[in-house]
């Protein structure tokens, strides 16, 4: 999707927008209930839910994962704070799952796909539209993610006092 702004000089700019509209896959809905909800659900009532909509993707399949986090009030205690299940994403306000999110990861690297051809793979086979841009914020939000493990990984390596590289020989 395309914005269409005019600046204070009369210079029209086009602006990707980088929303995308998951309206026609199917939805797979899950409910969350916090723990002391579970276990006492007669000591409180139900007084609302938080919706969050996600894009997922299994192999070869889009679809929208809707999860939905119902808010609770004591009974007895109507004063008191409401309670509601922590969501557990990657990032607040981001509609990319992490199997998605994946789905990219492995297209880029293992199967040697730019994000380019990624967009165009999804927008023709599966009729998603998702922005060049929006797929790569999305990269650079699992390499923040995926830091400590580098840093783990890169600590172990380099405590070892010996690093061995296997390089082609350069030509002279």
């Known amino acids: 999707?395309?914005?269409v702004e005019t600046t204070p000089a009369g210079i029209r700019v086009t602006i990707p927008t980088g929303e995308v509209d998951?309206?026609?896959l199917p939805v797979v809905e899950e409910v969350i209930d916090p723990g002391p909800?579970?276990?006492?659900p007669e000591a409180w009532r139900c007084i609302g839910e938080e919706v969050t909509a996600?894009?997922?993707y299994e192999p070869a399949h889009f679809f929208k994962r809707r999860s939905v986090r119902r808010k609770y009030?004591?009974?007895h205690h109507?004063?008191?704070a409401p309670i509601i299940a922590p969501?557990?994403?990657l990032q607040d306000r981001c509609i990319a799952a992490p199997g998605l999110i994946a789905a990219i990861i492995v297209g880029k690297y293992c199967d040697h796909l730019p994000l380019y051809r990624q967009e165009q793979i999804f927008a023709t086979r599966h009729n998603v539209q998702i922005p060049r841009q929006t797929l790569a914020q999305w990269m650079g939000l699992a390499a923040d993610w995926l830091r400590p493990i580098y840093e783990t990984i890169r600590t172990g390596v380099l405590g070892g006092g010996y690093v061995q590289v296997d390089e082609p020989?350069?030509?002279r």
């Not at 909800?37 to 006492?40: D, N, Q």
């Open 1 to 3: 999707m395309i914005a």
């Open 22 to 24: 998951p309206s026609h």
């Open 37 to 40: 909800v579970k276990a006492c």
């Open 54 to 56: 996600q894009l997922d």
């Open 73 to 75: 009030a004591r009974r």
């Open 78 to 80: 109507p004063f008191a």
């Open 87 to 89: 969501l557990d994403t």
């Open 169 to 171: 020989s350069a030509a």
